[in-house]
């Protein structure tokens, strides 16, 4: 027995130290990679030395003798932190995914494909001006020099994801930074989702488009056209639907979870300290790393600083010594849905205006890890590219014999956005900043702007023009082969929206409805946002002056207009009603969840239970309305709160109340059965996971951020190291926003908000802040990779400077990069 014992622990001792060794031969090669920030590196392509400097925050203050300098060591600088994520968003608009992942990705892959964006981005190479064409060139030469640094000195690949993924490393290109401009247009297109949507339901029948899909609030639209009548061949029962998302990876989302933002600025007139004020957060799927990446560059034209995208040679939202910018999702309406006849006798044909013509093909081939490569052939039509019916639940509106098309501003191949939004870096004032984002064509943003005398704001982007007689005003697909109802080239700059040095001294926008004009010049029938513009609009008037803090306070502010404007409706003939009952009995629950709901003021504080109760009762209520008329495959795609259909069904808007009567059931049943039938059940649920004592729940426990790795973040072990998570306050319609899952075991984890934060103030720009929401690097070994995460939730700051003397005081690293000598 002694013996065994002792081959026991010999093996176990083994087991061990195999272990360790593993573990710290792991731990080596990966920290191989981990970045020296006081290296010195002499590098061909520079003409003078460059110097960055890293602040403590891992902040680059990047300090060159020429622009183009200084946009090489910004590539040098994303790729020495980021280069992982560069190479994945690159490899997500080529639609190469599954070369690495296999046929999980190749959904997502097809469809790129398919929309061929990276076609469009190398095509666009040349559209460039001069300074945009110098920029691109330096920033892929300053990537490159980091990747060829990597492999030289054997710098663990540049990233431990690599040793997962057996992935070459191209160099960069400049159309490949292009091409991830055009992928954020993939992140704010909604309205292929909304066309579809409003066709599905439009096909139902019952008036459901009138009350799930209601106009924003504001002067009429007329009235949407029967989808059946247009295409009588259409599916009359939609309710079924593709069960699987866009694809895995994929960067297309629900409209729910699309790019949106807060932006609002206060002209000096407005401010306490008597220089203009600018706040900005955009807000994007969380993930770890974040999408956004602080830095400074000084150029010529004066130091900017604020938030860049690896891969993206441009500071997006940010402020230079005399202007500030910041950038919001517009929700313009730059795509349209075209479904096109396919001629019976030859189906490599459509129906033109003027008669049969082919579509133009090519084939392309996608390589899939582990499995045979798939040959594609895409399609276009006049309209566009030609998209599969697996995608966008196609197959649920499109009438056998006919194909859809897709119109999008983003599939430009002559896209100067890259230009227009390097010379908006460069502007000087706001007037010069709208001038220069002329040739800006996707993704329509709305720019709103402040400089030291003023505020302004314009939508940017390309809008399409339409014709008058188009038979479904872009709302839903319409028959391609009517001249009408095609794209007739874009609208003149001048007619975007645009508002400068307004007279009440602040402009405002939280994705909401900003322009009232008659079609084809209305922008847009669908909008991000109808409840944080109002909490912002009172935030912004309750002052006569602002400061630095209001703005911050307005940033960070967790008050739901959502819940304030509900709970006195769903709960109207429930508040105090009947005797008290009994201790323990479910009567008892409820009229305990109701007491604290009737004093609670709104305020989706991570601390309280209120905020939970109410989340989990308007889900319960709306999901039961939902189901029973519509299946639950169809109300699968209304799994967030529709604030303006619950409105219309409790104030029994145009009969919207039937909703709230069960079809499956003989009596009639009225809204105050199913709001006290939904808040049982959802006071059930909550007391089975979070206990009985409901003083105890925290809606913070059910509303964590889940920074999640994209691609590992789902690997039990490797998630647990590379995902961040956090309590946090917010919700759906605030404007500190936590969009919640929705659905699945965490319905209300908070995945979508705002991956930076920045307030500009003109009167002390050095009192300027900014964060992120997870850190600077994209390396999990190392100390930046998470630790701007905590700033972010507590919703604090760090000090955006442009004093060089600042920088170097705060530097823990500084990198000097040398023109290398020219060989022999």
């Known amino acids: 027995m002694y013996r065994l014992f002792r081959w026991i622990v010999r093996l176990v001792s083994f087991a061990l130290a195999a272990l360790g060794i593993g573990l710290g031969g792991l731990w080596y090669f ?27 925050e891992n902040v680059p203050h990047i300090f060159g003798a020429t622009d183009t300098d200084v946009f090489f060591a910004l590539g040098l600088a994303h790729a020495q932190d980021r280069l992982w994520q560069m190479m994945m968003l690159r490899r997500t608009v080529q639609g190469r995914l599954s070369e690495i992942f296999g046929a999980r990705t190749l959904k997502t892959d097809e469809l790129m494909r398919r929309l061929d964006l990276y076609g469009a981005a ?9 300074a945009t064409t110098a920029a691109l060139d330096a920033y892929a030469r300053g990537v490159n020099a980091w990747i060829e640094t990597v492999n030289q000195d054997a ?114 007139a407005r401010s306490a300290a008597g220089g203009a004020l600018l706040a900005n957060d955009p807000h994007s799927p969380l993930t770890a790393p974040s999408l956004w990446y602080l830095a400074r560059l000084e150029l010529a034209s004066g130091g900017v600083i604020g938030a860049t995208i690896p891969g993206v040679p441009l500071i997006l939202s940010g402020r230079s010594a005399k202007l500030g910018w910041g950038i919001a999702a517009s929700y313009a309406d730059d795509e349209d849905l075209f479904v096109e006849e396919l001629d019976p006798q030859n189906p490599e044909r459509y129906r033109t205006p003027t008669g049969w013509a082919e579509f133009r093909t090519r084939k392309v081939i996608v390589a899939v890890k582990d499995a045979t490569p798939v040959t594609l052939t895409l399609r276009w039509s006049e ?95 319409a028959p391609g082969w ?60 309750e002052r006569e002056v602002h400061s630095r803090e209001s703005f911050i306070a307005a940033q960070l502010d967790t008050v739901s207009p959502a819940a304030r404007g509900l709970l006195p409706l769903v709960g109207a003939d429930l508040w105090f009603t009947g005797a008290p009952a009994p201790e323990g009995t479910p009567e008892r629950f409820r009229q305990r969840a109701l007491e604290l709901l009737a004093a609670w003021d709104g305020d989706m504080n991570e601390h309280l239970p209120e905020p939970l109760i109410y989340a989990a009762w308007m889900r319960e209520f709306q999901n039961r309305l939902l189901r029973d008329e519509l299946g639950p495959e169809l109300a699968a795609k209304f799994i967030h709160l529709q604030p303006l259909f619950l409105e219309r069904v409790l104030r029994n808007t145009n009969g919207a109340a039937r909703w709230c009567d069960v079809l499956q059931s003989a009596p009639q049943e009225s809204c105050t059965d199913i709001a006290r039938v939904s808040l049982d059940a959802a006071l059930l649920s909550l007391k089975e996971k979070y206990g009985p004592k409901i003083e105890s729940w925290r809606w913070g426990d ?8 994209t691609v590992l973040g789902h690997n039990r072990l490797l998630g ?104 022999p």
């Open 30 to 56: 990966a920290a191989r990679s981990l970045p020296d920030y006081n290296a010195s590196y002499s590098l061909p392509g520079l003409s003078a030395p460059v110097e960055i400097v890293r602040t403590t």
């Open 702 to 709: 059910a509303h964590e951020a889940h920074h999640d790795h």
């Open 720 to 823: 647990w190291i590379m995902n961040i998570r956090q309590s946090t306050s917010g919700g759906d319609f605030t404007l500190n926003r936590g969009v919640t899952e929705g659905d699945g075991p965490e319905p209300f984890a908070n995945v979508n908000g705002a991956g930076y934060r920045g307030v500009y103030d003109f009167a002390d720009p050095d009192s300027s802040v900014f964060v992120i929401s997870t850190g600077q690097s994209g390396h999990p070994l190392s100390g930046h990779y998470d630790d701007l995460a905590d700033l972010w939730r507590r919703g604090e700051y760090v000090p955006m400077s442009l004093d060089p003397e600042l920088a170097r005081a705060a530097a823990s690293g500084i990198t000097r990069l040398t023109p290398a000598e020219p060989e």
């Open 383 to 477: 309209n566009g590219p030609v998209l599969p019916t697996g995608h966008f639940d196609l197959a649920t509106v499109t009438p056998p014999g006919h194909v859809m098309s897709l119109a999008w501003s983003a599939l430009s191949p002559a896209d100067t956005s890259m230009s227009a939004a390097l010379a908006i870096m460069k502007a000087q004032s706001v007037d010069a900043a709208v001038n220069a984002g002329a040739g800006f064509i996707a993704p329509s943003v709305t720019l709103t702007l402040a400089d030291q005398k003023t505020v302004g704001m314009v939508t940017l982007g390309a809008l399409p023009k339409r014709d008058a007689a188009h038979a479904t005003r872009g709302r839903m697909p």
């Open 482 to 541: 009517i001249a009408a109802n095609r794209w007739q080239g874009r609208l003149p700059y001048a007619e975007n929206p645009r508002v400068e040095n307004p007279e009440g001294g602040i402009v405002i926008t939280t994705n909401n409805k900003m322009i009232d004009r008659p079609f084809p010049a209305h922008v847009s029938y669908d909008w991000g946002d109808t409840e944080r513009v109002t909490r912002l609009t009172r935030l912004m008037g």
């Open 122 to 130: 190398v095509a666009s190479v040349p559209a460039q001006d001069p």
């Open 155 to 268: 710098l663990g690949r540049g990233a431990p994801e690599f040793f997962l993924f057996d992935a070459q490393i191209a160099y960069w290109t400049p159309a490949d930074s292009i091409a991830i401009l055009k992928l954020m247009a993939a992140q704010s297109a909604t309205q292929i989702d909304t066309e579809v949507l409003r066709a599905r339901l439009s096909l139902l029948g019952q008036g459901w488009v009138e009350d799930l899909m209601p106009d924003v609030p504001g002067a009429g639209v007329m009235a949407l056209p029967d989808y059946a009548a247009l295409f009588p061949s259409a599916p009359r029962d939609s309710r079924g639907a593709n069960a699987d998302a866009e694809g895995a990876l994929s960067p297309f989302v629900e409209p729910a979870f699309a790019a949106a933002s807060n932006a609002y600025a206060a002209a000096p």
